[in-house]
């Protein structure tokens, strides 16, 4: 019996969040630059910068980032790319990346006590 050749696979749809009130209501977060070094960073199909139709990055108001993504993407990658822009604005050292849900990351300050 000859196999059944259905459509196309359904797309993948992945919604990720990243919530930077706390340090953005400090005014040590600019979350314009944080969208544009992940719209330069995140790579699709092995290529950085070149998200198309595959990949969105909305920000909503000045404490949210929703990345939206059409090609399979770990929210792994979204906390690494993150952590890297902490470094790169030397606030790695004050800030840390929470996932405070399934498809959420919150950046909080260390609490020191």
Do not use: C
């Amino acid at each position: 019996m000859p196999k059944a050749t259905g459509g196309k696979a359904p797309a993948v749809k992945h919604k990720f969040v990243i919530d930077y009130s706390r340090p953005a209501g400090d005014g040590v977060f600019d979350g314009a630059d944080f969208e544009k070094f992940l719209h330069d960073r995140i790579k699709v199909d092995g290529k950085a910068g070149q998200l198309g139709e595959n990949v969105k990055i909305v920000r909503d108001g000045n404490n949210k980032l929703t990345v939206t993504s059409n090609v399979p993407f770990s929210k792994r990658y979204l906390k690494y790319l993150t952590k890297k822009f902490l470094k790169k604005n030397t606030l790695r050292d004050w800030i840390r990346v929470v996932a405070s849900s399934k498809d959420m990351y919150e950046l909080r300050f260390y609490n020191i006590a």
